[in-house]
């Protein structure tokens, strides 16, 4: 359950992150008229994710090989997504920004729709990843579990991005992904691990009876990785707490700043918690 709320939201914060920006943007320039195909992209984008899940769901993989095959590649994603984002995170507003400028010089219906389809192929691209990954998890989870963690991370995604862009929610967006990077990398090694185990229970790759023994009771042990990832959890926090740096401490600041500051810095930090 926790593997799924933490890919939905990781998943769910990025396409928020991409829908949120355009959607400032055109406001911003004076294009409120425009945000509807934007609104319609994000609607095409879900029903093709909720469509695609349903047929992968009605695909019943019954045998280990490619059981094991299915978490190698959605282990491989988790780490795409990590790097892909990582990588393009400092520059992915402008990115955004400049090709929605270029769309928009269109004439307004030309420039609307194919707004719509670049906002479309954003979200259905995270879609589609959220969706591959969490059938794997759901190879080594219960069922019920994976689709309730899937349904608070997104939850939580829609309101982090409504609460981001609103300016209520006051956290440092690259901190939040540092964070959750460091925590979906367990993931993915639980997603590779368990998905080596079924290919060597399956004979497609050699294995010894030393390393099944080794293996097998720890991809079926899911408390062991809950802790893992509660304890990845409780560093990030821990050192959220530590790293804040109190503007108390500026001496330059008149007493009246100095309140402003500290009312800031608390209500950022227990954001950022």
Known sequence: MLSALLIALREGVEAALVVGIVLVYLNRTGRRALTRYVWAGVALASLCSILAALLLQRWQVSEDGFEGVLMLVAAALVVSMIVWMNKIARNLKKEIEQRVEQLAQKTTRAGGWAIGFFVFLMV????????????????????IQVWIGTALGIAIAVAVGLFFFQGTLKIPLHRFFKATSAI?????????LTGIHELSEAMWIPSSKTEMSTIGPIVRNEVFFFVIILGFAALVVLREWLSAKDPAADKQLNPAERRMREHDFRRQRRWSR
């Open 124 to 143: 259905v691209r995270e879609g589609a990843e959220l969706v591959l990954i969490l059938r794997a998890v759901e190879l080594s989870s219960a069922g």
């Open 184 to 192: 979906l990398m367990v993931v993915a090694f639980q997603l590779a």
